[in-house]
């Protein structure tokens, strides 16, 4: 259904959409991030974007906001991040308010992954004479909403792993010192990563050793802390260490989760019974190198200290590997200088 004739205009346009979406990015959870821009005559009429799940979409702000200026949308052209949808969830169909609109053409960056919609959006707007473009900037729409995307096409989430190492590929001392490692710029990076995560992964020996909190804390996100759905914390305990009435940080929240049965049933219940779509791992070299070795991660995050602990301090991943063809590729997607360390991340091949 992807067609490519589109033009630089198109292109234009729905840049200034993805970044009406990425306005949402961090409050939108359990729903995808998503903009829309409404254009007529060369000229933007209306721009919207969904800012939290029960409130309307952004096509919906898009056609307040051309209506509150008074422009007339007959005729025009709205561009869409992702496929308008097509079913009365807690809000009505957004095709039908751009059927309604009599626009004459829909640019759509991504389809909807969601069974509900999965181009059922694109043929309701078609079989209403409008003609929709289907394509346009997909790489980054659809990387506004990886997680969204992956767990209604397979009830995975999509999982982010987290770690941070010295030059030498350590993440602690042998004693289990590591604060801190990288920077104050790192770890403030590493807020955004929270902000975005439905869910935080963990291991009982991280809660044991360093009681954290695993909250959302930054004050530079663009948006108030109270706009941004808390992310919830799970705790991976198959040794039995811990229970919920300990003192601990994270057991005095009462949505932490104490798990004790495999990774992948605990990604799959997320999904099913939580609606955590994008998924955080923080975790030490053992709990890390579980969801490595049974290819559960999606993206490798590593913020690179410029410094060595040395050859008895603690490894990244505990993953025991006894031939070359054992080992866990890799693609590396971006490198980013954050104050003085290195970010890297990197995609998994599988």
Same mark, same amino acid.
């Given at each position: 259904? &992807?067609?490519?004739?589109?033009?630089?205009?198109? !292109?234009?346009?729905?840049?200034?959409?993805?970044?009406?979406?990425?306005?949402?990015?961090?409050?939108?959870?359990?729903?995808? %991030?998503?903009?829309?821009? /409404?254009?007529?005559?060369?000229?933007?009429?209306?721009?919207?974007?969904?800012?939290?799940?029960?409130?309307? +979409?952004?096509?919906?702000?898009?056609?307040?906001?051309?209506?509150?200026?008074?422009?007339? &949308?007959?005729?025009?052209?709205?561009?869409?991040?992702?496929?308008? @949808?097509?079913?009365?969830?807690?809000?009505?169909?957004?095709?039908?308010?751009?059927?309604?609109? *009599?626009?004459?053409?829909?640019?759509?960056?991504?389809?909807?992954?969601?069974?509900?919609?999965?181009?059922?959006?694109?043929?309701?707007?078609?079989?209403?004479?409008?003609?929709?473009?289907?394509?346009?900037?997909?790489?980054?729409? &659809?990387?506004?909403?990886?997680?969204?995307?992956?767990?209604?096409?397979?009830?995975?989430?999509?999982?982010?792993?987290?770690?941070?190492?010295?030059? *030498?590929?350590?993440?602690?001392?042998?004693?289990?010192?590591?604060?801190?490692?990288?920077?104050?710029?790192?770890?403030?990076?590493?807020?955004?990563?929270?902000?975005?995560?439905?869910? !935080?992964?963990?291991?009982?020996?991280?809660?044991?050793?360093?009681?954290?909190?695993?909250?959302?804390?930054?004050?530079?996100?663009?948006?108030?802390?109270?706009?941004?759905?808390?992310?919830?914390?799970?705790?991976?305990?198959?040794?039995?260490?811990? =229970?919920?009435? *300990?003192?601990?940080?994270?057991?005095?929240?009462?949505?932490? /989760?104490?798990?004790?049965?495999?990774?992948? =049933?605990?990604?799959?219940?997320?999904?099913?019974?939580? %609606? @955590?779509?994008?998924?955080?791992?923080?975790?030490?070299?053992?709990?890390?190198?579980?969801?490595?070795?049974?290819?559960?991660?999606?993206?490798?995050?590593?913020?690179?200290?410029? @410094?060595?602990?040395?050859?008895?301090?603690?490894?990244?991943?505990?993953?025991?590997?006894?031939?070359?063809?054992?080992? +866990?590729?890799?693609?590396?997607?971006?490198?980013?200088?954050?104050?003085?360390?290195?970010?890297?991340?990197?995609?998994?091949?599988?």
């Amino acid at each position: 259904m &992807t067609d490519k004739s589109f033009t630089q205009q198109d !292109i234009y346009y729905m840049q200034l959409a993805i970044a009406e979406a990425k306005k949402g990015i961090y409050t939108t959870r359990p729903n995808p %991030a998503v903009g829309c821009v /409404l254009v007529k005559d060369g000229m933007v009429i209306g721009q919207g974007y969904h800012p939290k799940a029960g409130q309307p +979409h952004a096509e919906i702000f898009a056609l307040a906001d051309a209506k509150a200026q008074g422009f007339d &949308t007959e005729g025009a052209t709205a561009y869409v991040t992702l496929e308008p @949808c097509s079913h009365t969830g807690r809000t009505p169909p957004c095709a039908d308010a751009l059927i309604a609109a *009599d626009l004459k053409r829909v640019v759509i960056a991504s389809l909807d992954t969601n069974p509900k919609v999965a181009g059922n959006g694109v043929k309701k707007l078609q079989n209403a004479g409008i003609e929709v473009l289907v394509g346009v900037c997909d790489q980054q729409a &659809t990387r506004l909403n990886l997680g969204f995307l992956k767990a209604m096409r397979t009830g995975l989430p999509y999982v982010r792993l987290k770690t941070a190492s010295s030059l *030498d590929g350590r993440t602690a001392m042998a004693s289990g010192e590591s604060k801190w490692i990288t920077g104050s710029e790192a770890r403030e990076d590493v807020q955004r990563l929270r902000a975005r995560s439905a869910a !935080i992964i963990t291991g009982s020996g991280t809660i044991m050793a360093d009681d954290p909190a695993m909250t959302v804390r930054s004050k530079q996100l663009g948006v108030g802390l109270k706009m941004i759905p808390k992310p919830k914390v799970v705790i991976v305990d198959r040794r039995g260490r811990l =229970s919920a009435s *300990d003192n601990y940080q994270v057991l005095n929240q009462e949505d932490t /989760l104490i798990w004790r049965d495999d990774l992948l =049933s605990l990604l799959q219940t997320l999904v099913s019974q939580y %609606a @955590c779509y994008d998924v955080l791992i923080e975790a030490g070299s053992e709990l890390s190198g579980a969801f490595i070795t049974e290819g559960l991660v999606d993206e490798l995050i590593v913020y690179q200290a410029p @410094c060595i602990l040395g050859q008895d301090a603690r490894p990244m991943f505990a993953c025991q590997l006894d031939q070359l063809a054992q080992q +866990h590729r890799f693609e590396l997607h971006s490198v980013d200088k954050i104050g003085n360390d290195i970010r890297l991340i990197y995609q998994s091949l599988t």
